[in-house]
């Protein structure tokens, strides 16, 4: 069973950047994808970004972040990434790191592992 503990939230301001944590417990099987969704109040949870654990080259990411939002891995210490630049208040939400067995999936319903959360907040 995987499990996952986010990090590196808080309240920013706009426009700093700001990299997010996922740590898992134990080595991430082979077979996996990672990802990063986020939940803003009264919205539906969205993907950001994913990733195959092993073997993956190309990170997978939704239209509405690429070019600002970018996810990498650490394989050695189980824990995958999120940096985000250019921090605006729209990205206020909590954000989260998901497992699945199998190829980066878009909806939320897809992942099995989920950890708790870290809010990110950004205002002035």
């Known amino acids: 069973q995987v499990q996952l503990v986010e990090s590196g939230g808080g309240l920013v301001q706009p426009g700093i950047s700001l990299r997010l944590s996922c740590a898992a417990s134990g080595r991430i099987p082979s077979g996996y994808a990672l990802a990063w969704f986020r939940q803003a109040p009264g919205k539906a949870r969205e993907f950001l970004a994913g990733?195959?654990?092993?073997?993956?080259?190309?990170?997978a990411y939704s239209d509405s972040v690429k070019g600002r939002f970018t996810t990498s891995r650490d394989s050695a210490k189980n824990t995958l990434y999120l940096q985000i630049n250019s921090l605006k208040p729209d990205d206020t939400a909590v954000y989260y790191c998901?497992?699945?067995?199998?190829?980066?999936?878009?909806?939320?319903?897809?992942?099995?592992?989920w950890g708790q959360g870290t809010q990110v907040t950004v205002s002035s």
């Open positions: 990733v195959i654990w092993v073997g993956g080259t190309t990170p």
């Open positions: 998901a497992a699945r067995r199998g190829v980066v999936a878009r909806r939320a319903p897809d992942y099995t592992n």
